[in-house]
């Protein structure tokens, strides 16, 4: 029996820890939070604000399992992350397993190494209440602002919304940034480039001082310049540093992984969690660039070692931001001596910050900055009007010593070899006086560009400079979004435009070039539906959406965390203007759809409309009290509401279209949830992206067709069965029967041998065979075998198998005599409104299959009346 038991959050550090900490100690884990408010209703007393927590179905056998350990302890220490969130769990752990707070230890460390696990030991407190109750503060705030507001949505705009405190706010930074796009209108300059070159042909490559603002002025001095000679007018020196950047926080790790491993912010969060509790860097969730006396001292010895005393500069930064806790450390490699790890995609994030922090601890890099200045000569300079600007610049840096560019591997120049220190390219040796001539001057017209859509980094890097969220919230705030439907990163397909080029050399010639621009990638746009959304709530609840007032909200948490506040009067002050708002806005707003008039049909003379509907964005072809009802057209991919003209509009009245009938079944073009189609019989052909559905002829519907026949063909026969293969939204796969079997890397997909084939559908069919103990189809319920033991599964939702009356677990055997009674009582113990749920769901599906029938007939009505 240990006399020690220590309680962390998660198995990976539990087996950290463990190595460190001798046989009087047992290292369990509570895998998170072992309880939270419910995920059935709001959960909350709004009197008194007094949550109601749970331990929810999933963690019952972890409390339990920790309830015996606390027996069998003479201490317990409770080690979760040092963040508010571990301290909140923390208090939960003690709270539910009877923990008496006064022999009961709370230790804390930022790095898990075996001196900071020992020190922590060594140095035990209480559980801060202040912490706990600043984290009671967000999630009960939050709660309520998400429980009261998605409601009115439901019921205002559409079902199955929801609204949050910092999510909505998150939304609103890129709609709005979205409209600056569409409002953005672009001018254009001429940039000058010269190429110029001195007597041994060495070339000087340089820009005019100033942009010229037409292709008129551009062109005038491009006759000014012509057969003209040219001098060096100057030349200067100057000598420059380079200052490191401070170690990370999270916020600048995510926008680092971002723009240098093409991480998202999840992918990043998710690497940095596993090098925190496999003991390779410090806690990865902070907003302070703080290194402690021990990592400073850490790196001066590694930089001493592998670069020299020179390279050695230790110093620590402080955080500009007013809410950052400096008690807490940036993130940063544990050991320095650790230079890299063996896997390679956590390496990568390693190499990140153990070379930030590295560089933070080094001397500045010392950088010669070369400017050339370069000018008509003095005779042809003579005949000018003072206001033309003829002055040529051209720049070059060297670096003279590393400093801390040395830790990312650049290195200074030698000689005259170029390196990757050099920023600007080295220019040649040249003195004041210096006659030149050019080879070629270039005048090319530059359009300015709108601000850039964000990226998940720059979202956070946003949010963070408004005050909103905190190291913990960024990810899941990021998460949420997209997860809520109200932003995407689709593909914005490029536009194309003409640019002017005025080109000297004998004599002046005019190119025209095609230049891409407006597309992006991988960067966040609104979504018809988030941007409705977003309009009714700034329209309706324009304090909670207000920059400056969620940021106070931050910061009267942050108060509450320093016990300055009592958490309890916070949320009372909010209810008390946040609730008078929700009811005024649920009784007197408008319905939200977002609808845009965008003109009338030249054809029908009937108004059109883009606008929200029930099943998403469409257009609507007349008025809903006009005697003729109107008719209606979804919206494209690349379409959205704020944005299609009437042309575009009215093109979609077009689908769904018929063509000639392929190998005696008909063929229809249309467009539906998941994008445009040609439908064949009764198969769905997906036409590809950013091909124009109206653009499909009965020549491209037979390819398309073909395509997909030879894609459906079998690749094998099994059994007298075939097999097929595909790609889907797990990867590839190969079909047999009803079974779609999951192709590992291991296997070549595009060379599958008929071993292969036979090896994977028989895996696949033992599997299945060894998953039913007991089924009952008609109830869609099931005792199946698991990864951990059985389990009873009801449609989607998994229940433990409970111990019997003389608690042992029940063998196979037994739970193949079970009977469904006895399983259904099992489901209610667990989830009382189980079966309320599943009647109501099933009722909900009925209406629903019964609104799809009505739909699908409507449609082919409309089909025929058209093919007519």
Known sequence: MSKNLVIVESPAK????????????????????????????????????????????????????????????????????????????????????????????????????????????????????????????????????????SPVLWKKVKTGLSAGRVQSVAVRLVVEREKQIREFSPSFSYKIDGVFKTKDNQSINAKLKSDLQSEEQAREHLELWKGKDFIVRAVETKPGTRSASAPFTTSTLQQEASSRLGYNVTTTMRLAQRLYEEGFITYMRTDSVNLSKEAIDGAKSQIESEFGTEYSNPKNFTTKSSSAQEAHEAIRPTDFSVKSIGDAQ?????????????????????????????????????????????????TGEVIVFEGFLKAYGIHKNEDEEVSEGVVEGLLPKVIEGQELSYNQITATQKFTRPPARYTEAGLVKKLEELGIGRPSTYAP??????????????????????????????????????????????????????????????????????????????????????????????????????????????QNADRATGERHLGIDPKSGRNVYARMGRYGAM??????????????????????????SLEEALELFKLPFNLNPIDGQDVMVGVGRFGPYVKWGDTYVSIPKNEDPLSVDQQRAQELIEEKKRADAPIDNYKGNPVTKGSGRFGPFIKYQDYFINVPKKYDFDNLSKEDIQELIEAKLQKEANRYIKQWPE??????????????????????????????????????????????????????????????????????????KTVKKKTSTAVKKKAK
Request: hydrophobic fraction near 40%; avoid cysteine.
């Open 14 to 149: 539990a087996k950290t820890i463990e190595k460190y900490l001798g046989k009087d100690f047992q290292v369990k884990s509570s895998f998170g939070h072992i309880r939270d408010l419910p995920k059935k209703g709001m959960g909350i007393d709004l009197t008194t604000f007094s949550p109601d927590y749970e331990v929810s179905a999933d963690k019952k056998k972890v409390v339990a399992e920790l309830k015996e350990a606390v027996k069998k302890a003479q201490t317990v220490w409770l080690a979760s992350d040092e963040d508010r969130e571990g301290e909140a769990i923390a208090w939960h752990l003690a709270n539910e397993l009877k923990l008496d707070l006064d022999s009961t230890r709370r230790i804390v460390f930022h790095e898990i190494t075996k001196n900071a696990i020992l020190k922590a030991i060594d140095n035990p407190r209480r559980i801060n209440q202040d912490l706990v109750n600043a984290q009671q503060a967000r999630r009960v705030l939050d709660r309520i602002v998400g429980f009261e507001m």
């Open 477 to 586: 705030t990021i998460q949420t979004i997209q997860n809520r439907g109200y932003v995407d990163k689709r593909e914005i397909a490029p536009l194309q435009r003409t640019i002017n080029t005025l080109i000297l050399e004998k004599e002046i010639t005019k190119k025209a070039l095609v230049e891409n621009y407006g597309g992006d990638k991988n960067k966040f746009v609104p979504t018809d539906i988030g941007e409705v959304v977003n309009e009714f709530l700034t329209e309706n609840f324009a304090e909670i959406l207000d920059y400056g007032f969620t940021a106070r909200v931050e910061q009267e948490f942050d108060e509450i965390a320093n016990g300055g506040q009592s958490w309890k009067d916070v949320m009372s002050k909010f209810y008390a203007f946040f609730h008078p708002r929700i009811e005024e806005v649920e």
């Open 779 to 852: 109830e869609s319920i099931a005792v199946e075998n698991g990864r951990w033991g059985p389990f009873i599964k009801m449609g989607k939702n998994n229940f433990k198998i409970p111990k019997s009356s003389a608690g042992e677990k029940y063998s196979i055997e037994e739970l193949k005599e079970i009977s469904l009674e006895q399983v259904k009582d099992w489901i209610k113990e667990q989830d009382p409104k189980a079966f309320q749920e599943k009647k109501a769901a099933k009722k909900s599906a009925v209406k629903k299959s019964a609104v799809k």
């Open 346 to 394: 956590l390496n990568k994030l390693y190499q990140l910050i153990y070379r930030r922090t590295l560089a933070s601890q080094m001397s500045n890099a010392k950088i010669e900055r070369t400017i050339i200045s370069i000018d008509l000569d003095s005779k042809a300079k003579s005949i000018l009007s003072n206001s033309v600007n003829t002055h040529f610049e051209a």
């Open 619 to 644: 257009i609507q072809m007349g008025e809903q009290d006009d005697e003729v009802k109107p008719v209606f057209a979804s919206l494209m991919a690349d379409q959205n509401i704020a944005t299609i």
